[in-house]
């Protein structure tokens, strides 16, 4: 009996299974149920005014709590997913990560208010800042000028959002 070579992948899944979980967990934060359902207007209730929310009669501690272990459980699974990308486990590769996440999800269309945003706008916002970043990697931009970069980035999208906030009084 011959044993067929299997590449050792650190996550030990293949990638059909990884593509489809994938797709389950962007699946459940789809934008129709987090905008239709009581728990995502919730949400953006107490990202809009959490004193009205809870005058609205919204558990904004309970909900708080919950989403902040949401994200917390994500970042882990983002540490595992890195850990396994790099074949090492340091502390070191997930610096700078934060700014482009800011970017993204301001020029995705959220507000540093909050209450407003999507998840379509927010994968637009990635894909853009990917490929600014990439884009300044080929034309071998030094990369603490490309924090730079993407510093202005996020002061243009503020910029913006206060100007339509403005606009729309």
């Known amino acids: 009996m011959q044993i067929p070579y299997v590449y050792a992948d650190p996550l030990c899944i293949q990638r059909d299974e990884f593509g489809a979980a994938q797709q389950r967990v962007v699946g459940d934060c789809d934008q129709r149920r987090v905008a239709y359902r009581a728990t995502g207007r919730n949400l953006f209730a107490i990202g809009g005014n959490p004193e009205v929310a809870r005058l609205a009669g919204i558990d904004v501690r309970r909900y708080t709590i919950v989403t902040f ?40 269309g959220a507000s540093l208010v909050g209450g407003v945003g999507s998840i379509a706008g927010t994968l637009i916002g990635v894909l853009i800042i990917g490929v600014l970043r990439n884009g300044l990697n080929l034309l071998g931009v030094s990369p ?14 503020v910029a913006f959002d206060t100007l339509g906030r403005e606009r729309g009084k």
Not at 82 to 90: D, E
Not at 144 to 156: E, H, K, N, R, S
């Open 69 to 108: 272990a949401a994200a917390r459980a994500l970042a882990g699974v983002a540490a595992v997913v890195l850990a396994a990308r790099l074949n090492s486990s340091q502390p070191s590769p997930g610096l700078g990560i934060e700014l482009d996440t800011i970017a993204a999800v301001l020029i995705g």
């Open 144 to 157: 603490f000028f490309q924090m730079v970069v993407i510093g202005l980035v996020i002061a243009l999208a």
